[in-house]
């Protein structure tokens, strides 16, 4: 009878683990099987296991689908971007990825500065403009969580509303699960001739 | 009586511009003659007569009093400033200025990039605190008026409010006489325990 609980509680304990383990990787698709198997607390090889049984490829091909299903950002020359474009729908979200390299950061703590991770978000929030010329108008952001050297921020935007050229872009950064950024962006869209 | 008139009209007109060329030095000690001249309308050489009479020494002379009224900066390196400390007094206020060069702009219009002026004021809020370390919490920026490459931003920092760790540093940005960014930051100082 032991056996059978432990039996059914691992399959509950791998039942949860595959489903938090979709969730994760839909929210950061970048995540590493080492970083999972961190998280869960579970050998690599479980998490290999995992995904093998969820149909849920390997980090490279994770990457290749994301940059394949890419469409063209108008707003942004692509090495205007600060972090690296991982996906894309102008008009409506993006993500991107920026490894906090130790230039980033305070020397004495090796924190990183608010700007870098503040450029993450408004570039990120300017890229999915669907406009030639978008200017920040607005921005409004909440430092959540230190971010320390060699950690990856995964900055994740989405266009909240939108009214005539006017729109509010919505940005969340995380570093694994934990929110480290929140941020609100008033980007406004400059038509052809205002440019001019 | 004509000439009388006029003459009146013209020390007028003097009086007025040096109350305000005053005021313009006060809050940017950085303004060449030059560009006064260009923003009253007038030539170099008013100008230049202008400060000789109120007795305001050459922009070589106010950097220098800028810069050895100095008090030392805890929260920052030196080098760790976005822009260039012009004065400083930890606890209260602080002033920076920032030449934008192409590279900080969109390469479609010149326009600077918001995150460069973000930082600049980020950092000068960083600055201000009388704290070996302090990170920002919380940021609420607007964005007033584009900034275009070869402009000058003087960045002016004051802390509007502290309790315990939490200081609110209120930042306005200006180019010549107009405001381009005004800027909240909620710094918090950690204490040497709290860092290590």
């Known amino acids: 009878m032991l056996v059978i609980t432990i039996m059914a509680r691992d399959g509950q304990a791998k039942h949860l683990r595959q489903q938090e383990l979709i969730r994760y990787l839909t929210n950061n698709p970048l995540l590493k099987d080492e970083e ?3 998280l869960f607390g579970v050998s690599i090889q479980t998490i290999r296991l995992d995904r093998s ?11 290749k689908t994301a940059l394949q299903s890419r469409r063209p950002v108008r ?7 600060v972090g ?6 102008v008009g409506r979200c993006g993500v991107s990825m920026l490894k906090i390299t130790p230039e980033m950061c305070f020397r004495k703590n090796l924190v ?10 408004n570039s990120l929030a300017v890229a999915v403009i669907d406009a030639e010329v978008a200017l920040t108008g607005a921005a409004r ?4 969580h230190p971010v320390t050297a060699g950690d990856l921020v995964l900055a994740r935007a989405t266009v909240s509303s939108q009214q ?3 729109t509010v872009v919505r940005v969340v950064s995380r570093v694994k699960e934990t929110v480290i950024l929140e941020g609100t962006f008033t980007v406004f869209a400059l038509s052809e001739e205002d440019n001019q």
Chains 1, 2 share one sequence.
């Open 36 to 38: 999972l198997a961190a």
């Open 53 to 63: 049984e969820l149909q849920i490829p390997e980090l490279r091909e994770r990457m």
């Open 75 to 81: 707003s942004l020359a692509s090495d205007e971007l």
């Open 84 to 89: 690296e474009l991982l996906d894309i729908e």
């Open 112 to 121: 990183a500065r608010g700007h870098h991770l503040f450029a993450q978000a």
């Open 141 to 144: 952001v909440l430092f959540k």
């Open 164 to 166: 005539g050229h006017k």
